[in-house]
């Protein structure tokens, strides 16, 4: 399935994905830093759900409290969730 996440304080503006039986594909940065947002796509894509937050939730960028790799990390697991619902 399908989803999009509007980010909250980072570069990049939204972030899509697909899940399929808890492994994240085809993700997207709408904005961000190019370099960083791509490599978050091709490094992760076919990771499981459990292995993006874990590696990814709480990383900051630059004093923000947040990053587009915790955002990806939040939007997944918000994701998943109501998936399994």
Same mark, same amino acid.
Do not use: H, W
């Given at each position: 399935?399908?989803?999009?996440?509007? $980010?909250?304080?980072?570069?990049?503006?939204?972030?899509?994905?697909?899940?399929?039986?808890?492994?994240? $594909?085809?993700?997207?940065?709408?904005?961000?830093?190019?370099?960083?947002? *791509? %490599? *978050?796509?091709?490094?992760?894509?076919?990771? $499981?759900?459990?292995?993006?937050?874990?590696? *990814?939730?709480?990383?900051?960028?630059?004093?923000?409290?947040?990053?587009? %790799?915790?955002?990806?990390?939040?939007?997944?697991?918000? %994701?998943?969730?109501?998936?399994?619902?």
């Amino acid at each position: 399935m399908n989803y999009v996440y509007s $980010t909250k304080g980072t570069c990049s503006v939204q972030i899509s994905f697909d899940i399929n039986d808890n492994i994240v $594909t085809n993700i997207k940065f709408l904005g961000g830093c190019p370099g960083n947002t *791509l %490599a *978050l796509s091709k490094v992760l894509d076919g990771q $499981t759900v459990d292995f993006i937050v874990d590696k *990814l939730m709480g990383n900051q960028c630059g004093g923000r409290g947040t990053s587009c %790799a915790d955002q990806l990390a939040i939007a997944v697991k918000e %994701a998943y969730e109501k998936e399994s619902k």
